[in-house]
């Protein structure tokens, strides 16, 4: 039928990511699926895709679901810190609204011939204070005024005694926030923040020390999650047997790639008899 996609995605209890992925793939294949169901008399199903407020509430969910995986995949990474993913739950939180018919933030809502919300509208805005009441009682502490000096260390140099630092780091604070050449380095696009503050160990010990206790907590599951990815490729079907991991998973977790060739021309290959 000349569609996009060859087949349609099913909806796993494993995989999360997937429920967006479906209900994307459902709307762009909206005219190909009406017509199979016309040709297997599946009579339930086309008035469901003829009907203008089921779509719209589809629509709806395709568009918060991508929202979700777009966040939920941006949380993942070994940088990823409590700072960065804080920002971005209430960005997410700030991104994920409609004011009166504004659907700008949803673009399946914007399909031709969706005119408005209708009588979506208001369920529409009740899913989403529900979805920011959730958010709030599972990530109660997403607040990171307190950190603020260690994202902007150079632009909060006047408030260095609202800071609850001790004398030492005040005034490690306040010569680090005189340094140009710091600050210069600090802009620099390629430089983490991580980095940043590891830098300056050995100039700005105390102060250093503070801002990397305070970025090191992980606020993702995301390393337990990457090992217990490693260990189910390694022990596949065909190796259940294998009784040690330990090696083979130091080997896949571990951030140093091997120099294969140079390993190998230490070693002579087995040759023929």
């Known amino acids: 039928m000349g569609a996009a996609h060859i087949s349609m995605i099913f909806h796993t209890d494993i995989r ?3 429920r967006g992925c479906v209900l994307n793939r459902i709307i762009e294949l909206k005219e190909e699926l009406k017509a199979f169901f016309q ?19 589809l629509s709806y969910l395709a568009d918060i679901f991508t929202k979700l995986n777009e966040l939920n995949l941006s949380m993942q990474g070994r940088l990823e810190g ?34 408005g919300l209708g009588t979506v509208k208001n369920l529409i805005l009740n ?44 005034d490690e604070f306040l010569d680090m926030s005189a340094d140009s050449t710091l600050k210069v380095k600090f802009e620099k696009s390629d430089v983490t923040l991580a980095a940043f503050w590891h830098g300056t160990l050995g100039e700005y010990p105390n102060l250093a020390k503070k801002a990397i206790s305070l970025l090191l907590p992980f606020f993702t ?30 080997v896949a977790l571990s951030t140093i790639r091997p120099d294969i060739k140079s390993l190998c021309s230490k070693h002579q290959s087995q040759v023929s008899h």
């Open 221 to 250: 599951s995301y390393l337990c999650e990457q090992a217990f990815s490693a260990m189910a490729t390694i022990k596949l079907k065909q190796r259940n047997r294998v009784l040690s991991l330990e090696d083979d998973m130091w």
């Open 82 to 115: 409590i700072v960065t993913s804080a920002n971005k739950m209430k960005c997410f939180q700030r991104k994920s609204a409609v004011q009166k018919d504004d659907v700008s933030n949803f673009p399946s809502l914007q399909q031709p011939g969706y005119n």
């Open 39 to 57: 040709k297997e008399r599946h009579d339930i199903f086309i008035k469901l895709l003829e009907n203008y407020t089921w779509c719209l509430k």
């Open 127 to 170: 899913h989403l204070e529900q979805l920011r009441e959730a958010v709030d009682k599972y990530f109660p502490s997403l607040s990171t005024e307190k950190l603020d000096w260690i994202v902007s260390p150079f632009e909060l140099a006047d408030m260095a005694e609202e800071l609850h630092f001790t004398a030492i780091e005040r």
């Open 16 to 18: 999360w990511l997937s």
